[in-house]
């Protein structure tokens, strides 16, 4: 499968930058795992925005799904072109109760809550998911196919079986919010870098891409203090294309 960061900022972007979006693609199967702002700009320099198969959002904060909003405008355009017919399936936690009830729009997108360990199949991609601990309720994804395993952690700060979930990982697509100065003063709700990578390591992940950066934090500190745990470590950059696994056109 192929991983494309279109965004990974957060929580807002720097100049020219995107908050958090993620482009996963094996074969006509075309996922978006979440959609912050400026993500529906970065998509398109990939693929065409009506063409894709399902959105998952981690968690309902807007840095990870304010562009929810605007890609609705263009998939009724769409579809009144006939460039698309049918709703686009939306897979969201169902707290908060009152961002959830802003997701659907008219007919465009079919919005299925999802809850921790679910399982669901999107075309050839088994999907698990796990409670993360954030400031509202969120989930990190677990996604396998014959090619590889994606494991991405959301929003989450640290949290007892986190490194089991991540586990069999190809690549481990972490937050790294924070870096070591911040878990002496505010450590809720977010990962620091070493914290990504001492998972990654104890975890086995085959690759770690940090992401989630923070526009005002240094990534080569992020980069220093993660390399003490996981010496190959890689900070995800937008518009890159990663292989998770083997590769599956
Ligand atoms: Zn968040």
């Given at each position: 499968m192929k991983l494309t960061v279109l965004g990974c900022h957060g929580p807002y972007p720097p100049p020219g930058g995107a908050c958090s979006g993620y482009l996963l693609r094996e074969g006509e199967c075309n996922l978006l795992i979440d959609c912050g702002n400026g993500v529906l700009s970065r998509l398109q320099e990939h693929m065409e925005y009506y063409k894709l198969d399902a959105v998952l959002l981690s968690h309902l904060h807007p840095d990870h799904i304010s562009d929810i909003m605007i890609m609705r405008y263009a998939l009724a355009m769409a579809e009144n072109k006939g460039l698309r017919r049918g709703p686009l399936k939306l897979y969201a936690p169902l707290e908060p109760g009152e961002e959830f009830e802003r997701l659907p729009y008219k007919n465009i997108y079919s919005v299925e809550p999802l809850a921790a360990e679910q399982p669901i199949k999107i075309g050839?991609?088994?999907?698990?998911?796990?409670?993360?601990?954030?400031?509202?309720p969120?989930?990190?994804m677990s996604i396998q196919s014959s090619s590889g395993t994606l494991?991405?952690?959301?929003?989450t700060e640290f949290f007892e079986g986190l490194e089991k979930f991540v586990s069999g990982a190809d690549l481990f697509l972490c937050e790294a919010n924070f870096q070591e100065q911040d878990l002496l003063n505010n450590p809720a709700n977010h990962l620091s870098a070493s914290q990504a990578a001492m998972v990654a390591a104890s975890a086995g992940?085959?690759?770690?891409?940090l992401t989630h950066h923070h526009p005002d934090r240094d990534r080569k500190v992020s980069i220093t203090e993660a390399q003490k745990h996981y010496p190959a470590v890689e900070m995800a950059v937008e518009g890159?294309?990663?292989i998770v696994g083997s590769s599956v056109e």
């Open positions: 050839p991609f088994f999907i698990q998911t796990r409670a993360t601990v954030h400031a509202v969120g989930l990190a494991v991405y952690s959301g929003d992940a085959k690759r770690l891409l890159e294309t990663y």
